[in-house]
């Protein structure tokens, strides 16, 4: 008989204790073994009824969210899901909490209390059953030196810049990510160098006003520029787009020119952005050469729009590796279909974009 996930619930709400509990224990194969007002209750528990999983409120007392993951991750790592507001100051504090070891987040429909939480019950049990399949590092693992402003990889290489008159790129880079794919994003652009010469389009599958946080994140750590696509804007060299949490990320062709088109299409499969929305669109415009990139995720997003890319491009893709990969379904079902040429381990990702550069 399958063992039923053990779940530890930590608000500073009693309200939103009982809330999530509600919604949890709805799923015959999650259990709630228990809950915790604050981080201080938190690590008390965590010891004693060694959970699976454990949702953690951003915001509270005595000892917050992300201090009391610094502590778990760091003793005792347990796979975590925050619950965020949607603030600006939510949604960076979110991100640093994936940065120092959280799987995923929820965030809370209306505000600290959310009453009706509910709507997104197949949500919060979705991703709790996914955190329990993951196997947990200590935060110290394969994290990146924040004080460094030099990447990690200086490229051995004269790069070919574009005639002046003509200025349709010759390659281009676009990465898809979703679960772990923060933390992952961090490993990979701050190593890039600053003369990196092909834009780089990114769909992180993230909510409204958190990509905006994510992208300044990045933008902190690199010598690329990284930023949030606006709306027709060119797309240039030494610079990372980051597809915003309620739009479509296309690329279309003005002349000889790139530019970003965002789009509310409606979602596909659920998701939007969408990897597959991104890779359809970069049939119709003239680029000699695409390589992409399938990184953390769950799901297949990616695979689909990669195989129609291939149709009339010529495309390298890398996957990144099942040993570094938070949730390995994005790129395990493009492995799958065959449509990768090289595994990569997360680490390496940024060598090998350089050397294909």
């Not at 063992?3 to 530890?8: E, M, S």
């Not at 890039?192 to 092909?198: I, N, S, V, Y």
């Not at 799958?336 to 050397?355: F, M, R, T, Y």
């Amino acid at each position: 008989m399958r063992r039923k996930i053990r779940v530890l619930i930590v608000d500073d709400s009693a309200f939103m204790r009982k809330v999530i509990s509600d919604i949890l224990q709805s799923d015959p194969y999650i259990e709630v073994v228990g809950t915790a007002r604050n981080g201080k209750d938190a690590l008390k528990k965590r010891d004693t009824l060694q959970p699976d999983v454990m949702t953690l409120d951003v915001e509270m007392p005595l000892l917050d969210g992300i201090e009391t993951l610094k502590v778990i991750m760091a003793t005792n790592p347990c796979p975590i899901i925050m619950l965020s507001s949607t603030t600006k100051e939510g949604a960076e504090n979110t991100l640093l909490a994936m940065e120092y070891g959280a799987i995923d987040f929820v965030t809370k429909t209306s505000g600290s209390i959310s009453l009706d939480l509910m709507t997104i019950k197949a949500e919060i049990i979705e991703k709790v059953k996914c955190a329990a399949k993951v196997t947990v590092l200590t935060s110290s693992s394969s994290m990146l030196a924040e004080s460094s402003n030099e990447s990690l990889l200086t490229p051995n290489k004269h790069w070919h810049k574009n005639n002046s008159n003509q200025r349709t790129w010759q390659k281009l880079v676009v990465i898809g990510t979703s679960t772990g794919g923060p933390r992952a994003l961090k490993e990979v652009i701050p190593r890039l160098p600053k003369d990196f010469p092909h834009p780089i389009l990114v769909v992180q599958h993230m909510p409204a006003g958190f990509t905006e946080s994510l992208a300044n994140r990045l933008n902190s750590l690199s010598q690329l520029t990284v930023k949030e696509a606006s709306h027709l804007e060119e797309l240039k060299a030494g610079h990372v787009y980051i597809a915003p949490g309620h739009c479509h990320l296309k690329v279309e062709q003005h002349q000889s020119l790139l530019r970003a088109n965002l789009s509310q299409d409606s979602p596909i499969r659920g998701l939007r952005p969408a990897v597959d929305k991104l890779f359809y669109s970069l049939a119709d415009v003239d680029i000699e050469e695409i390589i992409a990139v399938i990184m953390t995720g769950m799901g297949s997003d990616g695979t689909e729009g990669l195989f129609h890319l291939r149709k009339s491009k010529k495309v390298i893709a890398l996957a990144q590796s099942e040993q570094t990969s938070v949730v390995f379904g994005m790129p395990k079902v493009a492995i799958s279909s065959q449509l990768i040429e090289k595994v990569v381990d997360l680490p390496q990702i940024a060598h090998e974009l350089i050397s294909l550069a």
